[in-house]
Each structure stands twice: as C-alpha cells, then as structure tokens.
C-alpha cells in the first residue's frame, strides 16, 4: 500500500466535524473558568492537606525531606508530593527561599476551598459531567489519608461499589464524548480503507471499556478482530460479559511495561492500536511506544487520547494509582505537553501527525488531546 500524504489528510479530514455540537452549550471562556476554578479548589486542598499535617505553622520553613516524614508518607508518593510542592510554588502558595526552604506566605482553609468548589460545580456539574467534581471533591477531602496509604484509592473511585464516578470519568463526560466520536470516525475511515481485509485492532488499557463500546458499535459493519487488553485481569474479566456478543472480539491481560512477546503477542500484527488515557500510565513511556510501534504493522495506525497537560486535579487523585514515571521525559513533570508528545511521536517517522482538538478550539483549554499517527 502506498500512502502518501494526500490520502492521510482525505482519511483525517473533517473528523471531528459531528464532535463539534457536543460543546455547543459552552463558550471557550466557560471551560476557561470552569478549569481555572478546578485547579484552584484542588491547589488549595493541597495545601490544606500539608497545612494539617503541622507543617509550616508559624512560618517555618522545611525542607522537602522535613514535609515527608511530618506528614508520614508513604515512600510510594515521594514523587507525587513533589510534583504537589513544585505545582504549589508555581501557583506562589508555598514559597522557595532560599533554595530548598519551603514556606507558606498565605494560609488556606476550608472556606476559601468551598469558595473555589463553587466557583467550579456550576459549569462541571451542569454542564461538563454530572459527578466529575464529587468525586474529585471527594479525594481532596481524603488527602492526608491517600498520602499515608490508610484509604486506597480505588475505593473513592468505587465508593460502595458504585461505577457513578467512573461513569462521570469516561462516559457522562463532554471531553470524553468528544474524543470517542472522533475515535470513532477515524476508525470507520481506516476501515472503509481496508476493504476486502479483516481490519486487526489492538486496544490497550481498555478498562472500563467506554471507548470500546463505542468504537464496537461504529465498526458493527466491518470485519474486525479486536483484542481487548488491560494490565488489570478485573477490567478483562468484566469485559468478557459484556462485550462478548460482539463479532472477532477477544479478551487478554496485557501490561505495556513488559515485554510483548512474552505476553503472547506478535510483532507487526495489528492495523491499529487504540490507547484512550493509557500511556500516561506507562513506567517508561518511551519504552512502551517503541513496544506499540512493534506491534504495528507497517502502514498501520496508532490511535491515542492523553492529557496535555499536568492537571491539578489528576495530582489529587488519579495519579494515586499510577505508577512513578521512570523515563527522562518527565523528570521535570509527571505528564507530556504536545509538544512533547508530537516530538516523541516523530521518532517514528516525519509523517502527518492528527492532533484534537486544535489549538484553537474552544474545547483544547481541558486539556485532553487525540493524537493520530501512522507507522512503517
Ligand atoms: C485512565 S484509565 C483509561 C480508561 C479506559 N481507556 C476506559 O475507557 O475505561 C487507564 C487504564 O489503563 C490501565 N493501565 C494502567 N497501567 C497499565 C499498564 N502498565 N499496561 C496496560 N494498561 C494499564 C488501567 O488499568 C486503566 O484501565
């Protein structure tokens, strides 16, 4: 197959053209306000958290090492209360001076942090996604605890053996819904493409199975084999039953930190390989893309969302559940920008790289991206 640069442009053109509407109820300047609101209700409840911890009555001043072991750490967030301190310094809530003395010109409460939630429900709840910001409120009120390991963080994401929140997370979620419309519609190009050949995705870090559902049912009319993957056996598991009526579907445990041979998969067998917030997770993540650049066929698609920025609010929550990233693209951050991405991205290869939604779009401040490349 010969490709070209044309034939990308005809396959990604006007991909999130039936996206669009989805955000049609929110001016730029809402989702502006309402990430803005977010980030300050959850930096604020960082600093409350180490404020309760003891830490700098007084306006003493400590060193990282000193916040560890008074707020009793687990080692296991060394890392994650240091992107916490270098993202509190930035918002010039904690103060470094001089280097290594960490202080606190302007104490928080829970006032103030009730001032920003409500600055914040109105637009999330209303109008972004139902319980999006109960269940972040519901980590940040549980921070010192997350820290010292007491609660684990799947059960605030569970509560009571709930999936509200997870529905909130993937499902009942404008960006979400945006981003799986456009999957969508790739995937149905590159299929109608494909004709006359049983098209072969891989999906990894598949979970709860929000972008499967949708990218099963857009492709209904093709011929597929789709292999559904997770690094956790309970999300496989749970897929099994659900997705099981759906033609060419099969199910596996596959971890993107090991080898994929060893995993029982394949080098060069799969046309597209579909990863919805997955590599951000990744201990090395260029490491894991050079296992996704084997796995690919030559001409073949990997179809990736990732957040594009490093977002308060996964700080405070979902970051308690990853893994400490290893690699040196984020020894300075826990999460790649764009940039980052798209220069990692072309190691593969100097082809067209799709990226949504665009700069300009009213939905890029959330902070959420789909990126799209092909690869020899
Ligand atoms: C943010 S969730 C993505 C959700 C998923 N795409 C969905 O629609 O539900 C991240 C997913 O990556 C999985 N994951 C985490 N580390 C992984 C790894 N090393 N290898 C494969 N999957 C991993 C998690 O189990 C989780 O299901």
Known sequence: MTWDKEKFDRIVEGIDASADSIADHLSREEIESAMTNLDSAVLHSMLHALLKFGLFDKDEKHAFEAVLEKGK?????????????????????????????????????????????????????NKISPEFTAYVRSNTEKLPELLGEQIHPLSLLFPDGRYNFIRSLYFDNLMANYLNRCICKLLQRIAGDHKGKVLRILEIGAG?????????????????????????????????????????????VFNIDEDLRTQ?????????????????????????????????????????????????????????????????????????????????????????????????????????????????
């Open 264 to 376: 029982g998969l394949t080098p060069n067998s799969f046309d597209i390989v579909l990863a919805a917030g997955v590599l951000e997770n990744a201990r090395d993540i260029p490491e894991s893309m050079n296992r996704v650049a084997e796995l690919i066929c030559p001409g073949g698609w990997f179809v990736f969302t990732e957040p594009t920025k490093e977002h308060s609010w996964i700080l405070a929550s979902q970051a308690f559940m990853m893994t400490e990233p290893t690699d040196s693209l984020r020894t300075e951050t826990s999460y790649l920008d764009r940039e980052a991405w798209i220069n990692l991205l072309k190691e593969y290869g100097d082809e067209s790289i799709l990226f949504l939604p665009d700069l300009k779009h009213k939905l890029s401040p959330m902070g959420v991206h789909l990126f799209a490349k092909r690869f020899h």
């Open 73 to 125: 750490i687990s080692p296991k967030f060394n890392w994650l209360v240091q992107r916490w301190i270098i993202k509190l310094t930035e918002a010039g809530l904690l103060l470094e001076s001089p280097e290594g003395h960490l202080s606190c010109p302007k104490k928080t409460n829970g006032e103030i942090i009730a001032q920003f939630w409500a600055g914040a429900d109105d637009i999330w709840t």
């Open 208 to 252: 709860t199975g929000a972008t499967t559902e949708k990218v099963l049912k857009a492709l209904e009319s093709f011929e597929i084999q789709y292999l559904f993957t997770d690094v956790a056996s309970a999300f496989v598991t749970r897929a099994k039953s659900r997705f099981d009526t759906f033609h060419g579907i099969h199910f596996s």
